[in-house]
Every structure is written in structure tokens, then in C-alpha cells.
């Protein structure tokens, strides 16, 4: 049924689209990382398609990515010099109760993507979590903080390359000073 | 400086002051300018997982960094190192009031790999939509108990715990485990219903039914109940789809979105049921699509006891199911395939789908990717609560501390589920 929404966007978005795909009923349309936030707001704004209601944000990395049988995705049917990252954002649309799935290459030395928090609030937690999660810095999001680690993680714990055995404890540093107690006497200004 | 008072008075002896002689720093009026305090993780309101640095203004939320992570246990992660199979301990305790409907999205997830979606036997689709109804009314009924009683409506939390624990305990005949069941498998379930489970359930819907009569008059007109709940925390229709919300949430605030309605899965299309929709979008207007909710899924539940036909409880698929247990300890065939289905998996041909259900709180959505393999090479889950949680910045704005309790209560945040 979304066919119709790969023919539009490959109609109407021409250059920005480098692959569409249908997968187990599932529509997918690979976009240009350049124009995402554009095929994005026209996704949103033209009457035909009204994708007012965002799914979820993540991100694949195929680093470890051995398949066994014939990849069925045709973007990977050549599988030599393909980026390590792919950010995903599925979309629906209440109206047309269409579904469609963009996805956009990014390669890992600049592991950057154009932020969707400005057209659907919903991404704004969901691309910190796949920051947090992925190390994909997204351009423009108004809050690019870790949500479910702590400021000082190092890593990216769901990358492949992050062992799954890896702990890192948030301690308690026991030899920095204990706020000392104030004195009896002291001016107590502060609250 | 101010006039000395009585200092006996147990009410002017303020903690932190140095010296009780002392009243110099008496303040008749509180400080004007803005005060940040914290609340939680470790706060009752905040189910011990999610912390609010607040800004307020008196009492007046100003601005609020809901911050939550502290139930983060890597489901994703792990999942990518367990087979299909045993991921289903771990979707039990993603939202761990509804394990059915988790153990149920899963399993269709890898069916829809598998190309088993609608090959499944009519037995098989009944018994898990009766689970998964289940476990829709236990969510809700902790959802609403938890909330009455963080206003102080103990007797409602009281009486809905109990219609909780008949349900748990029927659960619990049919799985072998009170809250983390894992009774779903891929293809099927693990074991058929128990015997009389028909008249358990009935006598169950009906005791229900009684508790909910009992709750609704001491709750629906109830005015400290409507005071706390009605126009508080209010989304309209636009801001619920833009944030994404879904299940009651998103009804609440009038969007008519029932993935059970708008995307049929199982056997739903042949059980009749409404989807109850709000206007207002507040907690009141949360609350009363719940209650509704509960009696669509009674409903259900009564339809699906007449229709349940006889018949297998598991698919007649090699890649799927496992060998009889006589043939396994007599033919070295049977041994070799039982092995290989528990060590290696089951074989997921390579491919990505995003499959979805109605979970308690709303779209509750798998997403697989495969590479052949008996392990998923990513699994992730679109849990709701995490997708709920994140406008709680945006409802308490502007409300009161006081304020936060129903709209959080309201929101249903599970912890496992939100912070996966």
C-alpha cells in the first residue's frame, strides 16, 4: 500500500532518493544524507502524504554484518565500500495510515546526521538515546546529551566493536574531599 | 533583627539552624528568585527509576530535565548474544505488568522473518490474544490502582490489586510463573491451556467486573479524584501525534489510533470490541479511556472463550517447533534436530521488519535485523513508555510539584520498558 509513497517521493525527490526497497511489507527509502531534512519536511507537509505521526529513530551497524544466503536488501548486494552506520526513521501517517522507513548511510570516520527533532518533537529523546547509544552526532538537535548512560561512559555500548563483557562502574572517587561541615559560628547565607 | 519569640515552640525549631537562641534569620516571606531541586530517582511518585531536576518558582514548575536511564539493563545488547528463543525471558521484563503482550510481539517479529505470519493454527491465535487481554487489564489495573492511590485513594488501589492477583494467578496456571511468564514461542506457546481454564477465567471476569463497579463509584465522581486529575496535564490532538504518543494516551487526546483496529493482527478482526476515545486529553479524560479499555478487553475475553477452537498449540514447522520429546530420546535424527534447535537457535533467514502490537501503553514495536543466523544480529525495541516519558518535561510545565504525581501515575511509565 506505501508503494505509493516510494513512487511520490522518487517522483517528487528524484535526486535526494538513492534506493527504495520493500522488505516484509515494509517500505523502505534510502536517503541522501544531504537531503533528509528536506524529503523529511515534504513528507510531513504535502497533503498526499501527512507522515504527522514519528515511530522510533535507530541505528545498524554493520560492522559484523556476514550474511548468511543472498542479502536481500539490494543495497547491500554489493557489499564493498558500503558505510558502517545506517540511521533509521520510521514514520507513519494517521491520515493515510501509510508507513515508511528512511534510512541514511553514515560512514564512520564522520559519523554525523542531520537532526529530525526540529520536525517531530518525538525524535529529540530518541536521537539522544541512538547518540548515547551509537555515537551518531546529530546536526542541529537542540539537547545532544547521553540519556540512559552517565556523562563520563566512554564508548558507544551497542556498537559491535564494544565488547559485551565491558563494565565500567560509576564509582564513587573516595579520595576527592568530603564537603566539610561548616564550622559552628559560620555565617550560614547560603540555602 | 527581630524580636525574640518563644523558642519552646517545637514549631520554630528549623533544621540546619545553628543556634535556637539565634532568630536573627527568621524570614517572614520565601525568597523570590528561583530554587532547582531534584526529585528521585529514589521518590515513590517516580517508580525509583526516573529523576526530575525541577525549576520552580514557588511551587510552579518553571523548567524540568527528566532524566532516565536507571533501570538500563542492555535488553538490545543482550539480545544480540542470546538466541531467539531466549530473548523472551528478557521482553518478560520490559514491562513487567504486561510480559504477554512483549512475549507476543516478539514472537510475531521473528514469525514475520520466518514467513509464518498467518500460518499459524487458529488455537495458537486465540490463546494469545486471551494472554495478551490478560495482561492489558493487569497493566491498566496497576496503572489506575497505583495512581488512585497516589492521591490517596488507597481503598481503589487496594481492591484493584486484588482483581490484579486473580488474573495473575490465572496466569499463572497457564504459564508456571506469576509476573515473568515466558510463555510464548515462536510458532506457538509453550503448553496448552490448563483444564477448566474457561470457567476459571469467566468466574475471574466476572468477580472483575464487581471490583470496577466498586471503583468507579468511589472514583468517577469522587471530587479530590476529578480535582487532581481533570485539566492537568493536558495534550491536544496535534502535540499527542507530533510527540508520538500512542495507545491511551494518544486516545485520550481524541487520536483514534488501536493498532488492534487500524493494522489487524491475530484474530482481532473476529472478536468485536470499541476503541474508547478522549476530547480532552488530561488525566481524567487517561483514566476514564482506561476503564474503558478494561471493559473492551472483558469483552474480548468473553468472545474469545466461545470462539477458542480445539487443535494444536504449536505451528507443524521443522525450522519452528521441537521434535516430540518420545522421538528426541529414541531417534538419533529427533536428538540431532533438538540439539541443534537449543545450541545453535532458531534459523532466521537475513532480512529486517519492523513488527508491532497494541501493548498496554500503546504501540509496542520490534524491530529485527537478521543475517541468517540462530542470534538477531539487532533487535530493538520502540517501547512506548520511553516515547511517553519523554513529554512529561512538556505536561508538567507550568503545573504544580503536587501536580506531577497524577500526571506521571497517568503516564504509566514502566521502568524496564523505558529504560529497556
Same mark, same amino acid.
Given at each position: 500500500m506505501a508503494q505509493k509513497v516510494l513512487d511520490a517521493l522518487k517522483a517528487n525527490h528524484a535526486s535526494a532518493i538513492e534506493l527504495t526497497e520493500s522488505l516484509f511489507g515494509d517500505e523502505i527509502a534510502w536517503v541522501k544524507r544531504d537531503s533528509l531534512v528536506a524529503v523529511a519536511t515534504w513528507l510531513r507537509d504535502e497533503p498526499t502524504m501527512q507522515f504527522d505521526s514519528p515511530v522510533f529513530v535507530t541505528v545498524i551497524d554493520r560492522l559484523d554484518w556476514h550474511p548468511t544466503g543472498v542479502p536481500l536488501s539490494a543495497h547491500w548486494s554489493d557489499e564493498s565500500g558500503k558505510p558502517r552506520f545506517e540511521v533509521c526513521y520510521q514514520l507513519r501517517s494517521s491520515t493515510h495510515r501509510y508507513r515508511i522507513r528512511l534510512k541514511v548511510a553514515v560512514p564512520e570516520q564522520d559519523a554525523r546526521c542531520a537532526s529530525l527533532a526540529g520536525i517531530w518533537s518525538a525524535f529529540d529523546w530518541q536521537e539522544r538515546e541512538a547518540f548515547d547509544m551509537y555515537g551518531i552526532t546529530f546536526d542541529g538537535h537542540p539537547d545532544m546529551r547521553r540519556i540512559y548512560m552517565y556523562d563520563e561512559f566512554v564508548?558507544? &555500548?551497542? *556498537?559491535?566493536?564494544? $565488547?559485551?563483557?565491558?563494565?565500567? &562502574?560509576?564509582? *564513587? *572517587?573516595?579520595?576527592? $574531599?568530603?564537603? $566539610?561541615?561548616?564550622? $559552628?559560628?559560620?555565617?550560614?547565607?547560603? *540555602? | 533583627m527581630a524580636a525574640p519569640r518563644d523558642v519552646t515552640s517545637l514549631k520554630q525549631l528549623v533544621l540546619g539552624r545553628q543556634d535556637v537562641q539565634d532568630m536573627s534569620d527568621t524570614e517572614t516571606e520565601l525568597p523570590p528568585d528561583l530554587m532547582t531541586i531534584n526529585m528521585g530517582p529514589s521518590h515513590p511518585a517516580m517508580h525509583g527509576t526516573v529523576r526530575i531536576v525541577l525549576t520552580v518558582d514557588g511551587e510552579r514548575i518553571v523548567k524540568s530535565d527528566v532524566q532516565p536511564g536507571y533501570l538500563h539493563r542492555c535488553f538490545e545488547k543482550e539480545s544480540e548474544h542470546a538466541t531467539y528463543t531466549q530473548v523472551f525471558p528478557y521482553t518478560d521484563r520490559l514491562n513487567y505488568v504486561s510480559p504477554m503482550i512483549n512475549n507476543v510481539g516478539w514472537a510475531m517479529a521473528v514469525e514475520k522473518l520466518m514467513g509464518l505470519t498467518g500460518n499459524l493454527p487458529k488455537r495458537v491465535e486465540y490463546i494469545r490474544v486471551i494472554v495478551s487481554e490478560m495482561s492489558r487489564m493487569t497493566d491498566h489495573l496497576t496503572c489506575i490502582g497505583a495512581s488512585a492511590m497516589e492521591l490517596g485513594a488507597f481503598t481503589a488501589f487496594l481492591y484493584f490489586l486484588k482483581a490484579r492477583e486473580w488474573l495473575y494467578e490465572l496466569l499463572e496456571k497457564v504459564s508456571g510463573a506469576r509476573l515473568t511468564h515466558s510463555y510464548v514461542r515462536v510458532g506457538g506457546v509453550a503448553k496448552d491451556l490448563p483444564d477448566n481454564f474457561d470457567q476459571d477465567l469467566t468466574h475471574t471476569l466476572d468477580s472483575t467486573v464487581k471490583v470496577m463497579v466498586e471503583v468507579e463509584d468511589m472514583l468517577n465522581n469522587n471530587k479530590i479524584f476529578r480535582d487532581r486529575m481533570a485539566g492537568i496535564g493536558a495534550l491536544t490532538k496535534a502535540q499527542a501525534l507530533a510527540t508520538g504518543c500512542v495507545g491511551p494516551i494518544a486516545r485520550a487526546a481524541g487520536v483514534d489510533y488501536d493498532v488492534r483496529k487500524d493494522y489487524p493482527y491475530s484474530i482481532y478482526p473476529e472478536v468485536e470490541f470499541d476503541v474508547p476515545v478522549g476530547t480532552t486529553g488530561d488525566c481524567? /479524560?487517561?483514566?476514564? #479511556? !482506561? #476503564?474503558?479499555?478494561?471493559?473492551?478487553?472483558? !469483552?474480548?475475553?468473553?468472545?474469545?472463550?466461545?470462539?477458542? =477452537? /480445539?487443535? =494444536?498449540?504449536? #505451528? /507443524? /514447522? =521443522?525450522? #519452528?517447533?521441537l521434535p516430540p520429546k518420545r522421538d528426541t530420546y529414541n531417534t538419533i535424527e529427533s536428538m540431532i534436530r533438538h540439539f541443534k534447535h537449543i545450541v545453535d537457535g532458531i534459523r532466521v533467514p537475513a532480512g529486517e521488519a519492523y513488527t508491532f502490537v497494541e501493548g498496554g501503553n500503546g504501540e509496542l514495536g520490534f524491530y529485527i535485523v537478521a543475517d541468517g543466523t540462530g542470534r538477531p544480529y539487532k533487535a530493538y525495541v520502540r517501547s512506548p513508555s520511553f516515547v511517553h516519558l519523554s513529554t512529561a518535561s512538556q505536561l508538567i510545565h507550568n503545573h504544580l510539584i503536587a501536580d506531577i504525581v497524577p500526571i506521571f501515575g497517568m503516564i504509566n511509565m514502566i521502568g524496564g520498558e523505558c529504560d529497556k
Open positions: 564508548g558507544y &555500548p551497542l *556498537r559491535k566493536d564494544y $565488547p559485551k563483557e565491558k563494565r565500567q &562502574p560509576l564509582v *564513587r *572517587r573516595d579520595d576527592l $574531599p568530603i564537603n $566539610p561541615i561548616k564550622a $559552628p559560628g559560620a555565617p550560614h547565607g547560603d *540555602r | 481524567y /479524560d487517561r483514566y476514564l #479511556v !482506561r #476503564v474503558e479499555e478494561l471493559k473492551q478487553s472483558i !469483552r474480548i475475553l468473553r468472545q474469545c472463550l466461545k470462539q477458542i =477452537p /480445539d487443535g =494444536p498449540t504449536m #505451528v /507443524d /514447522d =521443522p525450522r #519452528v517447533s
